[in-house]
Structure formats: structure tokens, C-alpha cells
């Protein structure tokens, strides 16, 4: 009586296992990345491999070590990044994940580095173009810049326009009238 049972209970408990595994294997990623391209490739303990970056807008570059630890370093000021010159890095041991913001200056430099705690490293790694709207109306890097050397300028308002000008004292004008209106 009791084998049936056991079966089924092992039927159930491998139905589970694969049910996760396949989990797993499946990546989570948001509706709105676009899948741009899939590089594999294996690098030496040490070594780098570049790739060029040249599509506009945001993207994420998602790395996975599937054997060994392949770091990732970005750079838009170089097309050879290393650990010692780079923008962005990710220097995990399983998934290394990167977001490239729009403002970066293209082509963008992406260094693929072998850390020497394993001879070889192979990895995998998805490019995507993240669709969302941008969500900072004055563009990521006047966000992403606290000392204000952003290449944008601020906003003066000496430097407004004629008709901005005008405007602000037309309402200016119609609120003092009316307040003269109410008092008087």
C-alpha cells in the first residue's frame, strides 16, 4: 500500500524539480527590453576581450559566468576599459549586470576580463535596448551628476525669452488687478 504512494510522491517531487530548474533557466526581464544580440565567448585567466558598443539610447548588458568569473568594465571615454581605467563595472562571480544610460557618447567600450582565479572563463551575454520612456525630464545625467559638471547647462532665467518674460507679467498683472478688484 504504501509503494503507490512513494511513487506518486516522487512523480510529484520531480515534476517540482523540473518546474524549478526550467525557473531558473528562464530569465526575468522587464516587457520593455528589447533583446539586441547574444555574445558567447571564453577568455583566458587575465586576459580581456572588447566588444564596440554603437546603438543609441539605454542599455543593459546582462553576463552570465557559465564557467570560471568573467568580469565586465564600460567605458565610453575608451574602447579598451580594464579594472583600472572604466566607467561602469560589474565584477560579480555569477551574473554581472551593467546599464549603459543614453547620454553616453558612442561607440561605447566594453572590456571582458578572465579573473585569474580560474584558467578559462566562458560566458554569455545579452544586450538589451530598454524601451521605457525617459523617466527624468531634463535627461539622466543632470540626475546622475551631484557636482553640477554635467555638460548641460542650467537653467537661467535671465537668459529666458522675450515672450516667456512677457507672459510671466501678463498673469502677474491679471492676479494684482484681480486682489485690487477683491480689496477695493
Not at 566607467?87 to 571582458?112: K, M, N, Y
Not at 572563463?121 to 524601451?131: I, P, Q, W
Request: charged share 20%; glycine share 8%; proline share 5%.
Amino acid at each position: 500500500m504504501a509503494a503507490p504512494w512513494r511513487g506518486a510522491l516522487l512523480v510529484l517531487l520531480a515534476s517540482q524539480a523540473v518546474a524549478l530548474v526550467k525557473g531558473l533557466e528562464e530569465e526575468d526581464v522587464p516587457e520593455e527590453w528589447l533583446l539586441l544580440h547574444v555574445v558567447q565567448g571564453q577568455i583566458g585567466a587575465g586576459n580581456y576581450s572588447y566588444l564596440r558598443l554603437s546603438h543609441e539610447g539605454k542599455i543593459i548588458l546582462k553576463m552570465q559566468s557559465l564557467r570560471g568569473d568573467a568580469d565586465l568594465y564600460v567605458s565610453d571615454s575608451t574602447l579598451h576599459p580594464s579594472f583600472d581605467e572604466y566607467e561602469l563595472q560589474s565584477v560579480t562571480c555569477g551574473q554581472d549586470t551593467v546599464s549603459i544610460p543614453a547620454h553616453f557618447q558612442r561607440p561605447v567600450g566594453i572590456g571582458i576580463y578572465g579573473h585569474p582565479s580560474h584558467l578559462e572563463s566562458d560566458f554569455e551575454m545579452k544586450v538589451y535596448y530598454d524601451r521605457t520612456v525617459d523617466q527624468y525630464p531634463l535627461g539622466e545625467a543632470a540626475y546622475a551628476d551631484p557636482t553640477g559638471a554635467s555638460q548641460k547647462q542650467a537653467y537661467d532665467p535671465q537668459e529666458a525669452p522675450q515672450e516667456e518674460e512677457s507672459v510671466l507679467w501678463t498673469i502677474l498683472i491679471s492676479i494684482l488687478k484681480l486682489v485690487l478688484e477683491i480689496l477695493f
